[in-house]
């Protein structure tokens, strides 16, 4: 099972961009890195998906170099709505070996 | 994506008692899997469901504590059995569809707590 590291906590303000890294030095061939977003209260929502490169929805951009190591999980101009618990991980679905670490709390402030 | 309900919500016990919760999904789906998420804490795989078979369990986790069943590709039920205060927590179930995206989806949990 591929283990991540994520920084517990970071603060941001309205309007910025945030970037959360996660590294995940042990990723297999077949692992694909999926990020959620986690309010009190809520069950985690998925925000995006990737394999390799770069991958872009509605929300976030995915960011995850040649050798796959580690991704960073981009959202543009962030909200106060934005605050919430933001999880990175790494695996085969369909093996079931994907498993949450501590995740990121964002704090965005006025 | 995939709309996942659970039951209860929320709900209050005792001690030594033992509570069922149900998930249901609005389309069948390939795999369920049951997650306990303590105060403040990340999320912890407790088993997968798998239909028509014994669920399997992580390590720290056994059926006696935890029976699951699921009856079919769209329901099931994970019960906490003889509870402890220790047992207060969220539980989540969530569902893979098998499609070529690839991911969970998860519900909205329930929130035990055990007085």
């Known amino acids: 099972l591929a283990k991540t590291t994520q920084p517990i906590s970071m603060d941001s303000y309205e309007g910025q961009e945030v970037n959360i890294t996660c590294s995940h030095n042990n990723i297999a061939t077949n692992d694909y890195i999926t990020w959620y977003q986690q309010f009190p209260s809520q069950g985690p929502r998925f925000i995006i998906q990737g394999y390799k490169t770069k991958v872009t929805n509605e929300v976030a951009s995915l960011f995850i170099p040649a050798d796959r190591k580690s991704s960073t999980l981009s959202l543009p101009r962030v909200s106060l709505s934005d605050t919430a618990v933001y999880y990175c991980?790494?695996?085969?679905?369909?093996?079931?070996?994907?498993?949450f670490g501590a995740g990121t709390r964002l704090t965005v402030k006025p | 994506s995939a709309v996942i309900s659970q039951k209860p919500s929320r709900d209050i016990c005792q001690r030594g008692t033992s509570l069922t919760i149900q998930c249901q999904v609005d389309s069948q789906v390939t795999m369920m899997f049951w997650y306990r998420q303590q105060p403040g804490q990340s999320l912890t795989l407790i088993a997968t469901?798998?239909?028509?078979?014994?669920?399997?369990?992580e390590s720290g986790f056994v059926i006696d504590k935890f029976p699951i069943s699921r009856p079919n590709l769209t329901f099931s039920t994970l019960t906490v059995s003889n509870m402890s205060p220790e047992d207060s927590s969220i539980y989540l179930c969530?569902?893979?569809?098998?499609?070529?995206?690839?991911?969970?989806?998860f519900g909205p949990g329930t929130r035990l707590t055990v007085l």
């Open positions: 469901a798998n239909q028509g078979s014994e669920a399997t369990y």
């Open positions: 991980l790494v695996g085969e679905m369909n093996n079931n070996d994907m498993r």
């Open positions: 969530s569902v893979y569809r098998g499609a070529s995206t690839d991911t969970q989806y």
